[in-house]
């Protein structure tokens, strides 16, 4: 069965400064899609970045980028000049054609100024 | 475009009683998502719909379940209610054409069960 491991409870970052959140999974299919979500304390799930598996450069997004590593099975998410607004769960997620998505147990992210 | 709504966004109830969730996915939206949130469980998937029939079902008991009308708003459903239920209750919708679409997500309901 697929997994998805995020290794880290908790991360701290000062403001301005580039924080790396982890996240491993393991899975036997070749075609999927990783993602990362975040939960402000409002509860709303909001999409961060998505990345498809058979593309080879890393997704990027404003301040948001991951380093892919396939073969590792290994989604980083690395967030650059952080924000107060950042603050929030970060849940890394995966899914394949076939199956539902499937979360982390996520990281708590605190900014501070 | 508006985004996907749930409602009610706070429910109270007691042990035995019935709830029922709704949410209204992004128009044109047509799979629609449910997820259980609890701090000791994390984020479950319940089930899935697409097009009024369930296209996928996570490992919950036959307490809970769901369904989805023809314009694609769904309503979960969860019979005789147990503490253990007290939870975030997320929705979330895509185009649902193809499964590993990007899903969006309401802001949840709280349900609280005593």
């Known amino acids: 069965a697929q997994t998805v491991t995020q290794s880290q409870p908790e991360m701290s970052v000062q403001e301005a400064e580039t924080v790396t959140l982890s996240c491993t999974y393991d899975t036997s299919e070749s075609d999927y899609y990783l993602f990362w979500y975040k939960q402000p304390p409002s509860r709303q799930m909001i999409l961060v970045i998505r990345q498809e598996a058979y593309k080879q450069q890393n997704a990027t997004e404003n301040r948001f980028s991951v380093n892919f590593q396939k073969a590792a099975k290994s989604f980083s998410l690395k967030i650059s000049d952080s924000q107060l607004g950042d603050a929030a769960m970060y849940f890394c997620?995966?899914?394949?054609?076939?199956?539902?998505?499937?979360f982390g147990t996520g990281t708590r992210l605190q900014v501070f100024p | 475009k508006a985004g996907v709504t749930q409602t009610p966004r706070y429910l109270i109830k007691t042990r035995g009683q019935q709830v029922t969730l709704s949410c209204s996915p992004i128009?044109?939206?047509?799979?629609v998502s449910w997820y259980q949130q609890t701090p000791g469980q994390g984020l479950q998937f319940l089930f899935e719909y697409f097009s009024e029939t369930q296209r996928n079902k996570g490992n919950f008991p036959g307490r809970f379940s769901g369904r989805q009308f023809s314009n694609s708003r769904s309503e979960m459903n969860v019979s005789t209610l147990e503490l253990g239920d007290s939870a975030l209750y997320l929705c979330?919708?895509?185009?649902?054409?193809?499964?590993?679409?990007?899903?969006?997500f309401g802001p949840g309901t709280r349900l609280l069960v005593l």
């Open positions: 128009s044109g939206h047509r799979s």
């Open positions: 997620a995966y899914r394949s054609n076939t199956d539902k998505l499937i």
């Open positions: 979330a919708s895509s185009f649902g054409t193809s499964g590993v679409e990007t899903q969006y």
